[in-house]
């Protein structure tokens, strides 16, 4: 026979069994203020109400043992791993072909849409980017610009659209590469 443990497993009442006596006890522990509260002896056969177990019929412990585990779905199974079921085993059809270049095709496209250089972005007007402006700030094809805009002009300053010229000058530095 085999002794208990020297810190042994507690029940939710806190009693545990004494390694010396062999006993149920609810051992020693030392309250906030520093004394400690002695050992107390459990009567054989007894049980603390915190200890009582719900009752559950057969029928339902029965069911209990059976149950899935949360979340689980009835019929499903996760596919498999193996490396046969990889792809590649199935010949791939005309229309899937087709749709495996046009996906192909599209990643191209948004791959050549990102500017790699932007420099050259702003040094030169894009031809997308629409009407084009005279040094006036006058649209070529629309006229002259509304004042109500958030554009500025030297004759028509916008003090919450017009950034500071210091803190301009000093990003600007900042931005230089030499």
Do not use: C
């Amino acid at each position: 026979m085999s002794l208990p443990p020297i810190n042994p497993d507690k029940t939710a009442a806190g009693i545990a069994i004494d390694p010396q006596t062999l006993e149920r006890v609810i051992p020693e522990s030392r309250r906030p203020d520093g004394t400690i509260r002695k050992q107390i002896k459990i009567r054989p056969g007894f049980t603390p109400q915190e200890d009582v177990r719900r009752f559950r019929g057969t029928k339902q412990a029965q069911q209990d043992a059976n149950a899935l585990p949360k979340g689980h779905i009835i019929g499903w199974a996760p596919p498999p791993t193996s490396p046969a079921s990889g792809s590649g085993t199935k010949p791939m059809s005309k229309s899937a072909k087709k749709n495996a270049k046009r996906r192909e095709n599209k990643k191209e496209e948004k791959k050549e849409a990102v500017s790699e250089n932007w420099e050259d972005d702003d040094e030169s007007p894009s031809p997308a980017a629409g009407v084009a402006q005279d040094s006036a700030g006058v649209d070529q094809k629309k006229g002259p610009r509304s004042s109500s805009g958030s554009g500025h002009t030297s004759e028509n300053p916008n003090w919450a659209a017009a950034p500071d010229e210091a803190a301009l000058t000093a990003k600007l530095e900042k931005l230089d590469v030499k």
